[in-house]
């Protein structure tokens, strides 16, 4: 059994420096690689920042410690949060045999490897600089303080894109990726609680509906508006039975609505609001793809937990998810697509639909934990 230590401030986006309170963190992707590690026996405890602590009391099967942000007008919470009491912390506990932290460009990876290189891991995601004040603090902290002040970090990258990037600054930088993962034993208990079938049988047994589903905040970059034209060009190809159902909330929705209203497809057009997990997987799992037509995004939670449940991505080429759906054939990745993709997706259904049930136990929170223990077998 090994000690291990997640830090990973930021637990969930927020557009703007107002972050949006929540009632639980169970539904992160941190939290579910928190629950890989113990499912592998190993103890547990992460550390965040108190600005995203859920407004309702939850109990964890590990350790959950915030901690306070200060100078907010300089370390922004939202993207670039610091924590004082890590330091100390980190002096006073030695006890832990891995500390997992998240991102290079990070105050409190800097932290880790400066107070406890040897057991420091950086789990790296981004894959150009960030845009803040024209990126010039991106520039200097990766040229800089990353190159110099972070060189004996160990670095594993989320994607291939985050692979090209980091691997310019840093010397440790893993050839073996990590995904976000997700648990599939929670996944199917939410499935079978809604089709009453055995768990070993639901994922065979859900078969896909005349409906396309959209997980997504509601805003600009995410681009819903030029899914929903691409559906109603679908529809209008004799195709009026089918679905779209769009999960999630943001500053767009009465626009979207307006647009919805315009090109008449009220009827076809389902806008769900804010779901738990609880309720908006059964709707993706019975879909026929997962839309994705985002302007800007990373590693995207949401295209990890579609593959997990068998239903294929529609997606452009943005996400750095969209490398391996490509290479494994687990849905369409084209950039400006149209109802044509549609077409194909549903034509083609059970052909990705197979693939996405044998690639989706290397998506499994255990086996990101497994990865990131062999990792440091190899390296450390």
Not at 171 to 180: A, C, M, P, Q
Not at 248 to 268: D, I, P
Not at 282 to 305: F, G, H
Not at 367 to 377: G, K, V
Request: glycine share 4%; with cysteine.
């Amino acid at each position: 059994m090994s000690n291990i230590l997640i830090i990973n401030p930021i637990l969930y986006t927020a557009e703007t420096n107002e972050i949006p309170k929540v009632d639980s963190i169970k539904d992160t992707m941190i939290y579910a690689l928190c629950m890989g590690f113990m499912h592998g026996g190993h103890k547990v405890t992460l550390i965040a920042a108190q600005d995203y602590r859920p407004v309702k009391s939850e109990e964890y099967p590990f350790t959950v410690i915030y901690m306070k942000t200060v100078w907010h007008r300089v370390f922004l919470p939202r993207c670039f949060p610091y924590m004082p009491q890590l330091r100390e912390f980190l002096r006073e506990h030695g006890e832990y045999d891995l500390i997992l932290s998240s991102e290079i460009f990070a105050t409190w990876s800097y932290t880790a490897v400066r107070t406890r290189p040897a057991e420091t891991l950086i789990w790296h995601e981004l894959a150009a600089h960030n845009h803040m004040l024209r990126q010039m603090p991106s520039k200097v902290w990766y040229n800089i303080v990353a190159r110099w002040l972070m060189r004996r970090a160990l670095v594993v990258p989320r994607s291939e894109a985050a692979a090209l990037f980091i691997s310019q600054f840093m010397r440790r930088v893993s050839d073996t990726l990590v995904d976000h993962g997700v648990d599939l034993e929670k996944l199917e208990r939410i499935l079978c609680t809604e089709n009453e079938v055995a768990p070993e049988n639901v994922l065979a047994q859900t078969m896909p509906e005349k409906q396309f589903a959209v997980v997504s905040q509601l805003i600009d970059r995410k681009r819903i508006d030029r899914i929903i034209e691409a559906f109603v060009e679908f529809v209008s190809g004799g195709q009026e039975a089918y679905r779209l159902y769009i999960i999630g909330s943001g500053e767009q929705e009465t626009k979207l609505r307006a647009l919805v209203k315009e090109r008449q497809v009220q009827e076809q057009v389902v806008f769900c609001g804010r779901m738990t997990h609880e309720q908006l997987l059964p709707i993706v799992a019975a879909s026929q793809a997962l839309l994705v037509y985002t302007s800007k995004d990373n590693n995207m939670v949401s295209i990890v937990e579609s593959i997990a449940v068998g239903t294929p991505v529609v997606t452009t080429a943005v996400p750095y998810n969209a490398a391996y759906i490509r290479r494994e054939a687990l849905g369409i990745v084209q950039d400006d697509w149209t109802a044509q993709a549609l077409r194909e997706i549903v034509e083609n259904n059970a052909f990705y639909r197979k693939n996405c049930l044998g690639y989706r136990n290397r998506l499994s929170n255990d086996y990101c934990a497994e990865q990131f223990l062999n990792i440091c077998r190899k390296y450390m």
